[in-house]
Antibody, heavy 121, light 108 residues
Framework: EVQLLESGGDLVQPGGSLRLSCAASGFTFSSYAMSWVRQAPGKGLEWVSAITGGGSSTYYAESVKGRFTVSRDNSKNTLFLQMTSLRAEDTAVYYC??????????????WGQGTLVTVSS | EIVLTQSPGTLSLSPGERVTLSCRASQSVSSSYLAWYQQKPGQAPRLLIYGASSRATGIPDRFSGSGSGTDFTLTISRLEPEDFAVYYCQQYGRSPHTFGQGTKLEIK
């Protein structure tokens, strides 16, 4: 059974940093692309970032480019999102999502339950 | 960036009715790389349709997708009580992999 468990969400001040993790199980982690998708309170889904299965290619939304970094540790079946220079508009539930294959154009066949990031003073 | 516009924003319907949701792209979506997701309150999204028309594993056949280029639709042939939720389309053929703003199906 595929499981994705996000952690690391917290209350952080504007300008601060946070690192999210997503622990994966139930599939061969290195064989699949992974992504982060966020949802601000009461709003729709926003794609944030993606990384291919081997980790060689990464992609970002313009709203987070230069501030967020996606990475993965395939030996530990874990996906990360390093977030810096956080803004109030980054407040959201952050979901990790499994791609359907290892490449750059995946749809998302499994999702975690999300972790809440709140940026406020 | 490909902008996806979903319509209508909200639909009020009764169980048993047929419904068609629209998703229009600002540019052609490569190779019909268009997916549909369902999200219920307090839950993560669930994949319904990929490749514009292929049903995901375990999705009932009352859900169907169609379209190509810039115009895509999701049809639910006969609404069940559990189908009242928010539906999102997403294109994954070009980065950023944008979502539409969602269509909410509510019970009349």
């Amino acid at each position: 059974e595929v499981q994705l468990l996000e952690s690391g969400g917290d209350l952080v001040q504007p300008g601060g940093s946070l690192r999210l993790s997503c622990a994966a199980s139930g599939f061969t982690f290195s064989s699949y692309a992974m992504s982060w998708v966020r949802q601000a309170p009461g709003k729709g889904l926003e794609w944030v970032s993606a990384i291919t299965g081997g980790g060689s290619s990464t992609y970002y939304a313009e709203s987070v480019k230069g501030r967020f970094t996606v990475s993965r540790d395939n030996s530990k079946n874990t996906l990360f999102l390093q977030m810096t220079s956080l803004r109030a508009e980054d407040t959201a539930v952050y979901y990790c999502a499994k791609g359907h294959y290892s490449g750059s154009y995946p749809y998302f066949d499994y999702w975690g339950q999300g972790t809440l990031v709140t940026v406020s003073s | 960036e490909i902008v996806l516009t979903q319509s209508p924003g909200t639909l009020s319907l009764s169980p048993g009715e047929r419904v068609t949701l629209s998703c229009r792209a600002s540019q052609s979506v490569s190779s019909s790389y268009l997916a549909w997701y369902q999200q219920k309150p307090g839950q993560a999204p669930r994949l319904l349709i990929y490749g514009a028309s292929s049903r995901a594993t375990g999705i009932p056949d009352r859900f169907s997708g169609s379209g190509s280029g810039t115009d895509f639709t999701l049809t639910i042939s006969r609404l069940e009580p559990e189908d009242f939720a928010v539906y999102y389309c997403q294109q994954y053929g070009r980065s950023p992999h944008t979502f539409g703003q969602g269509t909410k199906l509510e019970i009349k």
